[in-house]
């Protein structure tokens, strides 16, 4: 059962325009809630977390949307720029007691 | 500040052959390490994490195991490879189990 999903696995989007990836969950004990950004042949780097008493949370370019009646959190990007391209996970936490459930990924590409 | 080291970078083994995979965190101690796996199109895998020397929690049945003989230490390891263990394997440590920190990587293909 997947409780982090990421429904669209891949995205396109022109230069200098908004990217917006999504992330639903499941499970409702999950309280911190993260953006991983990962380069082919590289690990996941750390890029912008929210809590879940927060329902947004700003950092550069980078915004992260947290609805929780909805279960659904999003991460804007904008202005969107070629080395944004890569693959974005999302993750989630229960009170930092249990590891990261991660989703699948959504591979972005900007397009010059 | 805190680097994690993994090695090898790369790595072709037949199937039916052992493995080990080496993971080392420095600037740091007693962090969480933790190993996954990132398989084609499957997302990233937790397969072991641990909270201090000795403890090891598996959370996938697999052919592979994990051992922690140092605090800053993990080790990922099997007897006999399946052509399935194929794939892009990946360290971690954290102080919490909020923000984690990835290690480079090591791409096993199984031949």
């Known amino acids: 059962d997947q409780q982090v999903k990421q429904n669209s696995p891949s995205l396109s989007v022109q230069e200098g325009r908004i990217s917006i990836l999504n992330c639903d969950y499941t499970n409702s004990m999950f309280d911190y809630f993260l953006w991983y950004k990962k380069y082919p042949a590289e690990g996941p780097t750390f890029l912008i977390s929210i809590s879940s008493i927060k329902d947004k949370n700003e950092d550069g370019r980078f915004t992260v949307f947290l609805n929780k009646s909805a279960k659904h959190l999003s991460l804007h990007i904008v202005p969107s720029q070629p080395g944004d391209s890569a693959v974005y996970f999302c993750a989630a936490s229960s009170s930092g007691n249990t590891p990261l459930v991660f989703g699948k990924g959504t591979r972005l590409s900007v397009i010059a | 500040s805190q680097t994690i080291h993994q090695w090898p970078a790369t790595l072709v083994q037949p199937v039916g052959s052992p493995l080990s995979l080496e993971c080392t965190v420095e600037g740091t101690s007693n962090p969480n390490l933790y190993w996954y796996r990132q398989a084609a199109g499957r997302g990233l895998q937790l397969l072991f994490y641990s909270v201090g020397i000795g403890q090891i929690s598996s959370e996938v049945p697999q052919n592979l195991s994990a051992s922690r003989p140092q605090d800053r230490q993990f080790i990922l390891s099997s007897k006999k490879l399946l052509l399935s263990d194929s794939g892009f394997y990946l360290c971690?440590?954290?102080?919490?189990?909020?923000?984690?920190?990835f290690g480079p990587g090591t791409r096993l293909t199984v031949t």
């Open positions: 971690a440590w954290s102080w919490t189990d909020y923000e984690q920190y």
